[in-house]
């Protein structure tokens, strides 16, 4: 048992170290930038050659209104359509007035196969039961005004196992959540 608790401390204090490292050297901040220089309308087939490969993806919206949580909550929230993720009213909130011109963060996720995920989210309708954004025939989500984005897991970690490659992707969807505050999705 002490050997648990002994790995636990050690754990922690590399990990608080390691988020430091993180943010001390912008990770954050590229991989954010990387996803607006990726950004692709959901029409568009990138994700077709993400198969087999772990991320953080990104869909973006440019509102068709200057919704209020309401009118937000009126157009999410589907008939017909379940487990499909929730308006975050906290990180919607944070946006003190929505322009139908700028482009907002609208869910981020994360995926060991980029390519299915970000397909099941554009393509699933509501009568799948899988998780997801279920775009398809969506009256105000479309493909004219949501985009989608992704970033990779370096090469280099490619060899890594698999639950490490897990862990860090967890770690990062959390961090990057709290910085882009999307509109839908985990608290």
């Known amino acids: 048992m002490n050997e648990i608790i002994n790995f636990n401390s050690e754990f922690k204090s590399l990990w608080t170290k390691t988020r430091k490292r993180f943010n001390d050297a912008n990770i954050y901040s590229a991989i954010i930038n990387d996803?607006?220089?990726?950004a692709e309308f959901i029409s568009g087939t990138k994700y077709r050659r993400l198969f087999k490969r772990f991320g953080i993806y990104v869909f973006y919206i440019k509102p068709l209104k200057a919704y209020s949580l309401e009118e937000l909550s009126a157009d999410w929230n589907f008939d017909g359509y379940s487990n499909y993720p929730r308006i975050i009213k906290s990180k919607f909130?944070?946006?003190d007035e929505i322009n139908t011109e700028n482009w907002y963060p609208f869910y981020?996720?994360?995926?060991e196969n980029l390519g299915s995920r970000i397909n099941e989210h554009i393509n699933h309708k509501g009568e799948i039961t899988t998780y997801g954004l279920?775009?398809?025939d969506r009256k105000f989500f479309t493909p004219q005004n949501i985009k989608y984005s992704f970033w990779e897991l370096p090469e280099d970690l490619k060899d890594s196992p698999k639950d490490i490659k897990q862990f860090l992707l967890k770690h990062l969807e959390r961090e990057l959540r709290e910085k882009m505050?999307?509109?839908i999705g985990k608290h």
């Open 35 to 38: 996803f607006r220089l990726n």
């Open 93 to 95: 909130s944070f946006y």
């Open 108 to 111: 981020i996720g994360k995926a």
């Open 134 to 136: 279920k775009l398809k």
């Open 181 to 183: 505050k999307p509109w």
